[in-house]
């Protein structure tokens, strides 16, 4: 919200999405709300960063990388299957 990259919030996002990502590996489906904030997640952080200097820019799009990996890996998604 343009105050600054928090690492701490986002490495509290990247421990609940390993979280889930476990829980849910072996489930056909995950819940419809969980589908929902992760469908979200990268546009929403994509739609932001704009807010931001140059400074935090880059360590905005590694963390978008980052949490992209995990929402695959909530979703059973093997990236290499993408290409």
């Not at 590996?25 to 960063?49: G, K, Y």
């Not at 935090?56 to 990388?65: F, G, L, N, T, V």
Request: aromatic letters at 8%; proline letters at 5%; charged letters at 30%.
């Amino acid at each position: 919200m343009g105050e600054g990259f928090s690492v701490d919030a986002y490495r509290e996002l990247c421990d609940r999405l390993g979280e889930c990502a476990v829980a849910w590996r072996e489930v056909e489906c995950i819940p419809r709300l969980a589908a929902n904030i992760l469908a979200d997640i990268l546009p929403a952080m994509e739609s932001v960063i704009t807010l931001y200097g140059d400074a935090e820019k880059p360590k905005i799009r590694e963390a978008m990388y980052s949490i992209q990996e995990l929402i695959w890996e909530c979703v059973a998604i093997d990236p290499g299957e993408l290409e």
